[in-house]
């Protein structure tokens, strides 16, 4: 099956557009090695090296990233809050993240530390960004008390692990790609990694059990129309 090439040549580039944006998307969408990736795309007619698959992931998964953020409803006033190991060039960090209550990831940062202080500056970023929360949903770790305190004192804080499920199966598709593609080498490079990949997610995987199998089939059409246009936007 070919990629059929009906946007506009992407200036410098040997290769069409369309697979360009379809490597991105698939890098992003599945858990899969650069090898596959080679398998993948020769199998649509377009013979790249997995090293090459990489640098176009590096140079245009931000755009994407973007434009996906540019589009998204405002977030809604409650957050899930909740921290994973991620070890970084052998070394043991900590990424917090944060999601609303519509599943939306709002934001990420990777830090050696899981205490107050750590706590307070993934915090502090959140509210300079989308304002103060309504409501904040923890685990019981005891680093975000005085942090929500202090920040959002009319917030209601809800410690409780139970509540948190939302945000801690979006762990998952991290831990697991995490595995496959073996772990990161600095924190620049997760980071940068992870926004795409949490933003990509996003709109390609909506909350099936919400949804009739007509919707469903719905959102995953105006996903793919999304990508489209956002890969007509796309820019040497």
């Given at each position: 099956?070919m990629?059929?090439?009906?946007?506009?040549?992407?200036?410098g580039?040997r290769?069409?557009?369309?697979?360009?944006?379809?490597?991105?998307?698939?890098?992003?969408?599945?858990?899969l090695s650069?090898?596959?990736?080679?398998?993948?795309?020769?199998?649509?007619?377009?013979a790249?090296?997995g090293?090459t698959v990489?640098?176009?992931?590096?140079?245009?998964?931000?755009?994407?990233?973007?434009c996906?953020?540019?589009d998204?409803?405002?977030?809604?006033?409650?957050?899930?809050?909740?921290?994973v190991?991620v070890?970084?060039?052998?070394?043991?960090?900590?990424l917090?993240?944060?999601?609303?209550?519509?599943?939306?990831?709002l934001?990420?940062?990777?830090?050696?530390?899981?205490?107050?202080?750590?706590?307070?500056?993934?915090?502090?970023?959140l509210i300079?960004?989308y304002?103060?929360?309504?409501?904040?949903?923890?685990?019981?770790?005891?680093?975000?008390?005085?942090?929500?305190?202090?920040?959002?004192p009319?917030?209601?804080?809800?410690?409780?692990?139970?509540?948190?499920?939302?945000?801690?199966?979006?762990?998952?598709?991290i831990?697991?790609?995490?595995?496959?593609?073996?772990?990161?080498k600095?924190?620049?490079?997760?980071l940068?990694?992870?926004?795409?990949h949490?933003?990509?997610?996003?709109?390609?995987?909506?909350?099936?059990f919400?949804?009739?199998?007509?919707s469903?089939?719905?959102?995953g059409?105006?996903?793919?129309?999304?990508?489209?246009?956002?890969?007509l936007?796309?820019?040497?």
């Amino acid at each position: 099956m070919m990629i059929a090439a009906e946007m506009p040549c992407l200036k410098g580039y040997r290769f069409p557009r369309e697979a360009v944006a379809y490597a991105v998307w698939a890098y992003h969408r599945f858990a899969l090695s650069t090898e596959d990736f080679e398998d993948l795309l020769a199998e649509r007619g377009v013979a790249v090296r997995g090293e090459t698959v990489r640098k176009w992931v590096n140079r245009f998964g931000r755009h994407f990233t973007d434009c996906i953020k540019r589009d998204r409803p405002a977030a809604a006033d409650k957050w899930h809050l909740d921290e994973v190991v991620v070890p970084i060039n052998g070394a043991k960090q900590w990424l917090w993240r944060a999601v609303d209550a519509n599943g939306d990831v709002l934001d990420i940062l990777v830090q050696p530390r899981r205490n107050a202080k750590a706590a307070k500056r993934f915090l502090a970023r959140l509210i300079a960004r989308y304002g103060k929360p309504r409501v904040v949903v923890t685990d019981k770790l005891r680093s975000y008390i005085k942090p929500i305190r202090a920040l959002g004192p009319e917030a209601d804080h809800r410690a409780h692990k139970g509540l948190n499920k939302r945000i801690e199966g979006s762990h998952r598709p991290i831990r697991k790609r995490d595995k496959v593609m073996g772990r990161s080498k600095t924190i620049r490079q997760a980071l940068r990694f992870l926004a795409a990949h949490d933003q990509i997610n996003t709109i390609f995987r909506p909350r099936r059990f919400r949804l009739s199998t007509a919707s469903y089939r719905h959102a995953g059409s105006d996903a793919f129309g999304l990508w489209h246009n956002y890969a007509l936007e796309m820019t040497a």
